[in-house]
């Protein structure tokens, strides 16, 4: 059998019921190169198939999540190799995740960084974490969801600012937007994140699934669609064993103890 290799571009470690990934490129800022975008999704579709994992947090380091794309790796590249190789294509795989993902960003989240954040069911924020899409100034615009998963997230108003002008924006400021759910002292981030995760990876698996799939779905698709979804999500939750459990634990006033699925 063919041993999976370990990653260089990241640290993959398992804490309870959560999957922790750290972006490990500090001599670049974890700037995200081929390598690491590979090893990154190894990683997430690893956990996601891991019935001990319930959720999962990525993080970088307190200077950077990542300052974006390895613009070295880049710079000489040409339309036929990019078409040819389908470069970024390896982050398609990131909706297929079907745990919840955290983004744990302190420092810089700009460009590639900025949208693989984006790419997670939410952020927590240190105080000093900085937003951007900062492509504009080198003659590129985004590539993984900058304009798309951004305007959807913060409005045209603040994602064309940001988009045209390649300004960053503070942690506070991405919070008031709706881009970043929490934001914390830089000391308490990873600890808050992992909290976070573990409070998910308590609960039903099969109904976090579930709310995770519909409230994605209201990017997705029309409002009279999504709410057939969520009704038909909401309905088949109670085909799960831990809606019994959920429900038989608040009559006796008890605490719900749920199992992986
Ligand atoms: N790529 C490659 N190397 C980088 C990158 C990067 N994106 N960012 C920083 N580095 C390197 C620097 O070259 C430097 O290396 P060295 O020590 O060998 O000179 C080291 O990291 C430390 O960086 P700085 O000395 O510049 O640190 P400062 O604290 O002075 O500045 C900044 C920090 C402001 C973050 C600065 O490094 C910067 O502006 N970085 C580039 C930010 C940027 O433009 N990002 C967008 C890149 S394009 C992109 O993301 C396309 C999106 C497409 C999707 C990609 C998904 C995979």
Known sequence: SVKPQTPETIIVEVREKVGLITLNRPKNLNALNRQLSVETMD????????????????????RAFAAGADI????????????????????DGMSKISKPVIAAVGGYALGGGCELAMMCDF??????????????KLGILPGIGGTQRLTRSVGKALAMDLCLTGRN??????KDAGLVARVVPKEELLQVALE??????GYNAPAVKMAKAAVNAAL??????????????FQASFA??????????????????????
């Open 240 to 261: 799960t064993e831990g809606q019994k459990e959920g429900m038989n634990a608040f009559v006796k006033k008890r605490a719900p103890v749920f199992r992986n699925r």
């Open 220 to 233: 997705e698709t029309t409002l009279g669609e999504g709410l057939r979804q969520e009704r038909l999500y």
């Open 196 to 201: 976070a995760a573990h409070t998910i990876a």
């Open 123 to 136: 952020i927590i924020a240190a105080e000093d974490a900085q937003f951007g899409q900062p492509e504009i």
């Open 169 to 174: 924006i503070s942690a506070q400021e991405a």
């Open 72 to 91: 070295e790796e880049m710079a000489e590249k040409n339309f036929t190799e990019f078409y040819m190789d389908d470069f970024l294509g390896e982050w």
């Open 43 to 62: 990683a997430l579709r690893a956990f996601d198939r891991d019935p001990q994992i319930g959720a999962i947090v990525i993080t970088g380091s307190l």
